[in-house]
């Protein structure tokens, strides 16, 4: 078991919820959990968000030289930043800075996200994309001794916002497929990998919290639960 105390403000008050949580970071952190089914997303906060990022995604309505996503390739739009350009590349570190904001124009998606996450500190949000036949490689990305918050563990969210079962997501050795409109708790420590197909438009919702009491007790815990009960 992962020693707990690397890893406040996380508050625990009995030890029945630090053996619990001490057992969910170890799968996290040892890979035994790569990407975790959560839940379904309430229909009308999901058709509202989604209508909002294909507006953005597939779009033109800024007439920005880059907003078009060009063929066979993966591009990603920052919607959680200090400026207004999702087009902004975010470094990894960078996204720990204070004074960060929703870009204008977004309603929909920062009240999915405030309905399930409620106040809890948001580190990210990316609206990442593959267009048909398009891939992203194999790689890691830290979870742990993140820059400028080394003694955090970093999680990462998906919901898809359009997809197919034919979309593969390579996770190691194992293939998963996503559902649209279905929150996942997506390791990306692991070894990943996505590969795109003809005539679809691949876009998910992409975002990231620290490790916390909100987290652990009404999203992760349940899910691993359920997942154990099957």
């Not at 591009?75 to 004074?99: A, C, M, T």
Request: net charge positive; aromatic share 10%.
């Amino acid at each position: 078991m992962i020693n707990a105390d690397p890893w406040s403000p996380i508050v625990v008050g009995t030890e029945k919820k630090k053996t619990q949580i001490g057992r969910a970071v170890a799968a996290l952190v040892k890979e035994k959990i790569s990407i975790l089914p959560l839940f379904q997303c309430d229909p009308d906060l999901f058709r509202a968000a989604k209508s909002e990022a294909m507006a953005l995604t597939w779009g033109d309505g800024r007439r920005h030289s880059t907003w078009r996503i060009p063929k066979m390739t993966f591009h990603q739009y920052n919607l959680y930043s200090r400026g207004d350009d999702p087009d902004d590349f975010i470094e990894e570190y960078d996204v720990w800075k204070p004074k960060r904001h929703f870009i204008p124009g977004l309603s929909a998606i920062p009240e999915l996200l405030k309905h399930y996450f409620g106040a809890t500190e948001m580190q990210n949000c990316r609206l990442l994309t593959v267009n048909h036949l398009g891939a992203l490689g194999g790689h890691r990305e830290p979870i742990i001794k993140i820059m400028g918050r080394p003694d955090h563990y970093k999680l990462r969210f998906h919901m898809p916002f359009s997809t197919s079962t034919r979309v593969k997501f390579y996770m190691g050795e194992e293939t998963h497929t996503m559902k649209e409109g279905h929150f996942y708790l997506y390791n990306q420590s692991c070894l990943h990998a996505v590969k795109n197909v003809l005539g679809i438009q691949r876009a998910h919702l992409v975002f990231d919290y620290f490790l916390n009491p909100t987290v652990l007790e009404k999203l992760i815990i349940p899910a691993l639960k359920h997942q154990g009960e099957n």
